[in-house]
Each structure stands twice: as structure tokens, then as C-alpha cells.
């Protein structure tokens, strides 16, 4: 796909908890940017970087004791600053738009309100690693836990977040739905319940509304 280069790259990110299908959908977001023109460039977090996939093996892996929940954040935004640095700003400078499966709303609803470290250390790595970097727009994938889980329990093997307590998942949806009623121009939540079709028209209405 061509770049359109007289025009702002954006940052667009996918969000939601497990389960919630933002990566069975990332191609439909990707695609209903292309066909507006636009260069699309599909990543996620964490990973994205050669670095930040070897970060993310190293957060879904299980030690004799569980990792702490700072080294957990840490790690996330260790990622993330080569994430930004490799991909994401190049690609927003030539006037790309960026596709995340992730980005540091996840850290806010994950590690500030699931482990319990708070918006403030969170906020305060993300000045450090981010600057004024912020997504244009962020969809939210929403759905019950018990229905996230059970999709994610059909997926395979259940990584470490996935078998976090229910009590864990209901605090992070909590803390996603916060932050997208206190930002309701940057987010859009999509019904992750819905048949599969309609999430993309959900998708697709969002992405439109952005162009």
C-alpha cells in the first residue's frame, strides 16, 4: 500500500482483556485504513522489535516465584521504549498509520489497577518513555470476563495473565471502561461479544468516523 505522505501518521491501538479477539481483528482495522489510502504498518506489545519479543517470552513465562509486579511494568515499558523507537515513530514520520495489538492502556488497566502499582508510577514511566506520544485513537474490545477467559481457555495454553483470578480480569475491564469514559473522543468500545461480522462492522464505523 502507498504511503500518503502529505498527511500525519496516526497511532491507532486495540485493547481489551483476554480473550476479547483484538488480534483475530487486527487485519480488519489494518484493512479499513488501507482502502482510505493509507500505508499500514500491523504490530503489537508487547513485542514489535526483536527485543520486545524476547521481553514478551520472558513475561508469559513462569518462574519458581512470581515475577514482582514493578519488574512486570518495567519490562513492559523496556519493550516499549524500542517498540516506539524501531517502529512506531519511523513509521509515523513518513505519514503511516500504526496498528498496535496493545499499548500502554494495557499497562494502566494490567499492572497500575490489576497488581495494584497505581496510575501515578505508570504515568510516570510513560512521560519518561513516551513523551507526548499518545494513541489518536484506541478501540476497546469489551466483553464479560467469564466469556473472555472461555475463549481464551479454547486458544491453547493458558499463559500466566490467563490464569489470573477473575477478581484480577474484573479489576482490569474496570480500569479499561474508566479510562474510555474519561477519554470519550479517543475511544471507541466495541461489543467483543457480538458475532464475529459484527465486531468488524463495529470496527469498520470506528475507523470510518477517524478518517
Same mark, same amino acid.
Given at each position: 500500500?502507498?504511503?500518503?505522505?502529505? &498527511?500525519?501518521?496516526? =497511532?491507532?491501538?486495540?485493547?481489551?482483556?483476554?480473550?476479547?479477539? &483484538?488480534?483475530?481483528?487486527?487485519?480488519?482495522?489494518?484493512?479499513?485504513?488501507?482502502?482510505?489510502?493509507?500505508?499500514?504498518?500491523?504490530?503489537?506489545?508487547?513485542?514489535?522489535?526483536?527485543?520486545?519479543?524476547?521481553?514478551?517470552?520472558?513475561?508469559?513465562?513462569?518462574?519458581?516465584?512470581?515475577?514482582?509486579?514493578?519488574?512486570?511494568?518495567?519490562?513492559?515499558?523496556?519493550?516499549?521504549?524500542?517498540?516506539?523507537?524501531?517502529?512506531?515513530?519511523?513509521?509515523?514520520?513518513?505519514?503511516?498509520?500504526?496498528?498496535?495489538?496493545?499499548?500502554?492502556?494495557?499497562?494502566?488497566?494490567?499492572?497500575?489497577?490489576?497488581?495494584?502499582?497505581? *496510575?501515578?508510577?505508570?504515568?510516570?514511566?510513560?512521560?519518561?518513555?513516551?513523551?507526548?506520544?499518545?494513541?489518536?485513537?484506541? =478501540? =476497546?474490545?469489551? =466483553?464479560?470476563?467469564?466469556?473472555?477467559?472461555?475463549?481464551?481457555?479454547?486458544?491453547?495454553?493458558?499463559?500466566?495473565?490467563?490464569?489470573?483470578?477473575?477478581?484480577?480480569? *474484573?479489576?482490569?475491564?474496570?480500569?479499561?471502561?474508566?479510562?474510555?469514559?474519561?477519554?470519550?473522543?479517543?475511544?471507541?468500545?466495541?461489543?467483543?461479544?457480538?458475532?464475529?461480522?459484527?465486531?468488524?462492522?463495529?470496527?469498520?464505523?470506528?475507523?470510518?468516523?477517524?478518517?
Amino acid at each position: 500500500m502507498a504511503a500518503t505522505t502529505d &498527511k500525519p501518521g496516526r =497511532l491507532i491501538t486495540l485493547e481489551g482483556g483476554e480473550g476479547a479477539g &483484538k488480534s483475530s481483528q487486527l487485519a480488519t482495522v489494518a484493512d479499513a485504513i488501507g482502502q482510505a489510502g493509507y500505508e499500514v504498518v500491523q504490530t503489537r506489545e508487547p513485542g514489535g522489535t526483536a527485543l520486545g519479543e524476547a521481553v514478551r517470552a520472558v513475561l508469559m513465562a513462569d518462574f519458581d516465584t512470581p515475577m514482582p509486579a514493578m519488574s512486570e511494568l518495567l519490562l513492559m515499558f523496556a519493550a516499549r521504549a524500542a517498540h516506539l523507537d524501531e517502529v512506531i515513530e519511523p513509521a509515523l514520520a513518513r505519514g503511516a498509520w500504526v496498528v498496535s495489538d496493545r499499548f500502554t492502556d494495557a499497562s494502566f488497566a494490567y499492572q497500575g489497577q490489576g497488581r495494584g502499582l497505581g *496510575d501515578a508510577a505508570v504515568a510516570t514511566l510513560e512521560a519518561l518513555v513516551q513523551g507526548d506520544r499518545r494513541p489518536d485513537g484506541v =478501540l =476497546l474490545f469489551d =466483553l464479560p470476563v467469564e466469556a473472555g477467559l472461555a475463549r481464551a481457555g479454547r486458544r491453547g495454553e493458558a499463559n500466566r495473565f490467563d490464569r489470573e483470578t477473575l477478581a484480577f480480569h *474484573d479489576t482490569v475491564r474496570a480500569a479499561y471502561r474508566a479510562r474510555a469514559a474519561a477519554a470519550p473522543d479517543r475511544y471507541r468500545i466495541i461489543r467483543a461479544d457480538a458475532e464475529w461480522q459484527d465486531v468488524a462492522d463495529q470496527i469498520r464505523r470506528a475507523i470510518a468516523e477517524w478518517l
